[in-house]
T-cell receptor
Framework: DSGVTQTPKHLITATGQRVTLRCSPR?????VYWYQQSLDQGLQFLIQ???????AKGNILERFSAQQFPDLHSELNLSSLELGDSALYFC?????????FGQGTRLTVV | GIQVEQSPPDLILQEGANSTLRCNFS?????LQWFHQNPWGQLINLFY???GTKQNGRLSATTVATERYSLLYISSSQTTDSGVYFC??????????????FGKGTLLTVNP
């Protein structure tokens, strides 16, 4: 168990819909990272938050947004979903060195 | 951005065999991690190894930061070692930023 909790584990939704993925980091970790794993793009960094503030942005679409709350949990919001957004979404947390990953949320857009 | 290349892309072994997986990276890094993604999709931490050598049971890893490569050794492989092995690196751009860049992975299949 990495100590990083993601919910839900699986999500099936229709095109055009909006979903929210949730992540609770390891106790004491201030940084939260979101990654997307798809068959064609591999594992890609989306966005990082550190203690509530956006710290770095990667290949995140404008339809996607994230935030980190005062209790340090984070949410990734995906809107106007397309078939191509189907992927495994990971959250990771770190305390400035090693990153630990949650079990992921498998999103299927139909 | 930093580039990460892993080799070989695929590897098939018989149980009990040894293997070496390689990760080359294009720039200096201050974080390098090896992960094992199991068939259920979980990313399991194997090593945090920006430099030097570490061992954990049948697995060991070496990173030569000056030559920009890392090696993961698996000895006496077992069927449970099957899955994808990822190397990921980070080059801190400033304060608490360790976003990882992943290689494409090595798909390991260990046959009984």
């Amino acid at each position: 168990d990495s100590g990083v909790t993601q919910t839900p584990k699986h999500l099936i939704t229709a095109t055009g819909q909006r979903v929210t993925l949730r992540c609770s980091p390891r106790s004491g970790d201030l940084s939260v990272y979101w990654y997307q794993q798809s068959l064609d793009q591999g594992l890609q960094f989306l966005i990082q938050y550190y203690n509530g503030e956006e710290r770095a942005k990667g290949n995140i679409l404008e339809r996607f947004s994230a935030q980190q709350f005062p209790d340090l949990h984070s949410e990734l919001n995906l809107s106007s979903l397309e078939l191509g957004d189907s992927a495994l979404y990971f959250c990771a947390s770190s305390s400035d060195t090693e990153a630990f990953f949650g079990q992921g949320t498998r999103l299927t857009v139909v | 951005g930093i580039q990460v290349e892993q080799s070989p892309p695929d590897l098939i072994l018989q149980e009990g065999a040894n293997s070496t997986l390689r990760c080359n990276f294009s720039d200096s890094v201050n974080n390098l991690q090896w992960f094992h993604q199991n068939p259920w999709g979980q990313l399991i931490n194997l090593f945090y190894i920006p430099s030097g050598t570490k061992q954990n049971g049948r697995l060991s890893a070496t990173t030569v930061a000056t030559e920009r490569y890392s090696l993961l050794y698996i000895s006496s492989s077992q069927t449970t070692d099957s899955g994808v092995y990822f190397c990921a690196v980070a080059s801190q751009s400033g304060g608490s930023n360790y976003k990882l860049t992943f290689g494409k992975g090595t798909l390991l299949t260990v046959n009984p």
